[in-house]
């Protein structure tokens, strides 16, 4: 179920064009240091940071921009010889880039490209941007806080709604496409049940899907509230009774379905693996197991090529950060670096044929 396809918007900023931003950015500030959107903190900074290792005139993207934590980080590494581009679907992200970008004072920053498209997308980005290779790239495939506290049902226990049942049950960045509640209302018993148990890893896929359709035969389920009630009524008492909500997989899955996260991530992967330049490096920080198996099979098949190596095994947040920071307790990270050497005869799409995993 792909997202529907639309032109990207891009905004470029360099240190001369948007002086007028500063006093934007300010006027923001107490918006975003006292709302909900405070409340994300973007995982392994300190981790990622090391991995990459940015030069002041590296050729940077934060594929994902989410709360823009790696994003202002990474921007304050590069000097004025360096670029940094900027994705993210959610056009609320790519704001709040232009926000941290604009916060940055230095007369020597770098040239900032902030783009409001899919990752997926990365490699028909670059070419409009004419930036080729790159050198640092950076995936963080986690939600932020932001996106989670904003009501489009993201979240199963976020309070208020329609009639008092939870958020609309969207789970899309924008208002077009499809959404949570369409998948629900509408895929057969079966269906339902393939996609809980296949993207949400859900043990209980063909009792919740079977008490997902006896929900909506008495009325259409359009918030989050009716969807968890449903959820609820197809899992036996002790799994309610566990600490882990028992929508957590369900609704994990169905914002997959909805996004095609996989499907973006496998494409996304593919174009950042042909796009690093000699020496270069890619970061990803997965969340959940299926995510982070295809991470894992891809950079161990770009390394298999001959097109680099993965540096490390993969990086846990530390005791400390997951008790400041739930979000991170699930975090994993993955580096891979480019060969110091790119072979002359190696074709001009090197994804083609190697990372096609599925």
Known sequence: ???????????????????????????????????????????????????????????????????????????SLLGEGGVIVGIDADPAAVERGREAYALDRRPERPVAHLVNDNFRN?????????????????????????????????SFSAEGGPASGGQPLLMNYSENGETAADIVNSSSEEALADIIFTYGEEHFSRSIARAIVAARAKERILT??????????????????????????????????????LGALKEGLSAALGALSAGGRLAIISFHSIEDRIVKNMLRDAAHAGLGTVIKKPIASSRTEVLRNRRARSAKLRVFERVATIPHAETTDPTRTVFSYA
């Open 1 to 75: 179920m792909p997202l529907p396809k639309k032109s990207a918007t891009i905004i470029d900023m360099d240190p001369v064009r948007d002086k007028t931003l500063r006093m934007s950015a300010d006027s923001q500030a107490s918006r975003v240091s006292n709302g909900v959107e405070s409340m994300h903190e973007s995982v392994l900074m300190k981790e990622v940071l090391e991995a990459l290792a940015v030069q002041a005139n590296d050729v940077v993207v934060d594929a994902t921009l989410g709360g823009a934590g790696h994003f202002k980080e990474l921007c």
């Open 224 to 261: 989050t509230g009716q969807l968890v009630h449903a959820i609820e009524a197809g899992v036996p008492a002790w799994y309610r009774a566990r600490k882990i909500n028992p929508a957590t997989k369900t609704f994990q899955a169905l914002r997959i379905a909805v996004n095609d996260e």
């Open 122 to 154: 990365l490699t028909r980005i670059l070419e409009r941007l004419n930036i080729a290779p790159v050198d640092k790239i950076l995936f963080d495939l986690g939600w932020s806080g932001y996106q989670i506290s904003a009501p489009r049902g993201f």
